[in-house]
């Protein structure tokens, strides 16, 4: 799964073929055909020179004055303007190697299906190392945990499986299990009166308590060094798009962070050679089920108040190029766990199983239970199926065959649905019936 729809990333690839020569659209096919962690720098980089395409004369790594060429060049369809700009991801990627959290519900959640513990009721609190964090401290949050080689021997340690046990001997009472040490701090509590649910927290680590030090300046000072280098005289930017970075998404004031205005304020008073920032960040709609969430892109400038340019058409372009971004398939964290777990070469599936007199689908989930690749066990667990519940069954037990199909095609999408419509019991798979005169 890719941050975009792989179909439309494909059109944009047609259409940037315009613009972009050979060499470079290899590049950019071998870069999105294998996983990596700037995968997502690639596909905005992408859809940012697309959108810019529409409304005036693009070209990609130019050759300036400078020793480096910008990723965008840009000159307006009425050459009233130009800039040259950069594309640029913040990611929370290296705060999480540091706090591997995620391992660890991962790996909690592997022990506790391999103890066949499916009902809930587990609690994971992990502690953080004392220190005093506030706006402009030198100091971070850092959770007490080992790097993830060191899980098995100081958190899922033989009494982690003892605590197990004891869930599974007595699950109507209360469990405990601390994994506790100098550089591991994990609680582990099993409630029976939480069944049905889980829960687990830890102290935020993604707070930028240091306006220099975060993934959001962090990101700003390296392509701020790079658009120096390639010597444009002109207005530059930088489009610091969403990798998966709380900073950049919080809309909420801490008295402990920075905000990501306080960040890009700053950062452009450091960097006079810098124009504009735009910020590009996907946000999510939370609905009642994941399949019915909505994203979106939110853009938003930031002009350097020491350059005195004339910003009108500038904002009046960025409006427009905001406005053709495709809609996010998943947030940036999810498009890159899909994209790890599928290798690279799968976009989303659509939609739940819709079951009754027909069954509705996903064509492609169809496709991968006809092929082999995802058995029929692995698609009852992937839709909570209970015995007597798989609708292929439930038809072929009643002896109705497949009468039609149709295909709902969805270009937008990386998948279509398909409507399988069954008849009436069938003779040939079902018990003869006593007969009737013909209606």
Not at 111 to 128: E, I, M
Not at 129 to 154: A, H, I, M, Q, T
Not at 223 to 246: N, V
Not at 415 to 438: H, N, Q, W, Y
Request: glycine share 8%; net charge neutral; aromatic share 10%.
């Amino acid at each position: 799964m890719a941050l975009f729809a792989r179909r439309h990333l494909q059109r944009i690839l047609n259409e940037n073929a315009a613009f972009l020569a050979p060499k470079q659209l290899a590049t950019v096919c071998k870069l999105l055909n294998s996983v990596r962690d700037e995968y997502l720098s690639t596909e905005w980089e992408q859809v940012i020179l697309n959108a810019a395409s529409k409304f005036g004369t693009v070209k990609h790594e130019p050759v300036l004055a400078g020793d480096r060429a910008p990723d965008l060049w840009f000159k307006a369809a009425d050459e009233s303007f130009e800039f040259v700009a950069d594309v640029t991801t913040a990611s929370d990627r290296g705060l999480h190697k540091l706090n591997p959290v995620d391992a660890l519900d991962e790996e909690f959640w592997r022990h506790q299906r391999k103890a066949k513990l499916f009902t809930g009721g587990f609690d994971c609190q992990v502690d953080a190392y004392p220190n005093s964090v506030y706006r402009g401290s030198g100091e971070r949050v850092r959770l007490k945990l080992p790097p993830r080689r060191d899980f098995e021997n100081k958190i899922f340690n033989a009494e982690f499986h003892g605590f197990l046990r004891q869930v599974k001997a007595q699950p109507e009472k209360i469990h405990r299990f601390d994994a506790v040490g100098p550089d591991v701090g994990v609680h582990f509590t099993y409630d029976p009166a939480k069944r049905g649910s889980g829960g687990g927290g830890y102290p935020a680590f993604t707070a930028a308590n240091v306006i220099d030090q975060n993934p959001v300046y962090n990101a700003l000072k390296a392509k701020g060094d790079q658009l120096k280098a390639a010597g444009h005289l002109g207005i530059t930017g930088i489009f610091l798009c969403d990798g998966g970075c709380q900073i950049l998404r919080s809309a909420i004031t801490h008295w402990a962070s920075f905000t990501v205005e306080e960040i890009i304020r700053y950062f452009l008073r450091q960097f006079a050679s810098v124009s504009f920032v735009t910020t590009l960040v996907v946000r999510e709609t939370h609905c009642s089920t994941w399949h019915d969430r909505k994203r979106s892109v939110e853009a938003k400038l930031y002009l350097n108040p020491r350059l005195k340019i004339d910003s009108t058409a500038l904002a009046q372009t960025i409006a427009k190029m905001h406005a053709s971004l495709p809609l996010p398939q998943c947030t940036p964290e999810n498009a890159i766990y899909e994209l790890r777990s599928t290798n690279g070469m799968c976009g989303r599936h659509m939609g739940e199983i819709q079951m009754g007199g027909n069954i509705k689908m996903s064509a492609r989930l169809l496709l991968e239970l006809l092929a082999g690749t995802k058995t029929i066990q692995e698609f009852e667990a992937d839709y909570t199926l209970q015995p007597g519940q798989n609708p292929f069954h439930q038809m072929l037990a009643q002896g109705r065959l497949i009468s039609k199909v149709t295909v709902e095609h969805h270009p937008e999408q990386d998948d279509d649905m398909v409507t399988l419509e069954f008849g009436e019991p069938d003779p040939a798979v079902s018990p003869f019936r006593t007969g009737g005169r013909p209606k």
